[in-house]
Nanobody
Framework: QVQLVESGGGLVQAGGSLRLSCAAS????????MGWFRQAPGNERELAAA????????YYTDSVKGRFTISRDNAKNTVYLQMNSLKPEDTAVYYC?????????????????????WGQGTQVTVSS
């Protein structure tokens, strides 16, 4: 079965940086689009960033553009989210997700999120 295990969350001051990692197993990682969703208390889950199976296509929600960078290492079956210039409004549980089908685009992560594969989530808290 597909397993996605996140790490790297924590507490950081505003303006600081964190790097999230997601180790995947149970799928041919290099053929799947990957993404990072986030959910703050009282808010809906939103797609923060995604990367296509090829790795050349990416998606960022407007609020993180220029601050977050998603990348993947197919040799390690791992996707990363580098988060810089963090703001208190970035506080959320961050979930790693894999597309439900192989050879998907980055944007496809948002088509049917209920069909994505999901990790358990990691808390990111940004203090002001």
């Amino acid at each position: 079965q597909v397993q996605l295990v996140e790490s790297g969350g924590g507490l950081v001051q505003a303006g600081g940086s964190l790097r999230l990692s997601c180790a995947a197993s149970g799928l041919t990682f290099r053929t799947y689009a990957m993404g990072w969703f986030r959910q703050a208390p009282g808010n809906e889950r939103e797609l923060a960033a995604a990367i296509s199976w090829v790795g050349s296509g990416t998606y960022y929600t407007d609020s993180v553009k220029g601050r977050f960078t998603i990348s993947r290492d197919n040799a390690k079956n791992t996707v990363y989210l580098q988060m810089n210039s963090l703001k208190p409004e970035d506080t959320a549980v961050y979930y790693c997700a894999a597309s439900p089908n192989a050879y998907a685009t980055a944007q496809a992560m948002n088509n049917r999120p209920d069909r994505n594969y999901w990790g358990q989530g990691t808390q990111v808290t940004v203090s002001s």
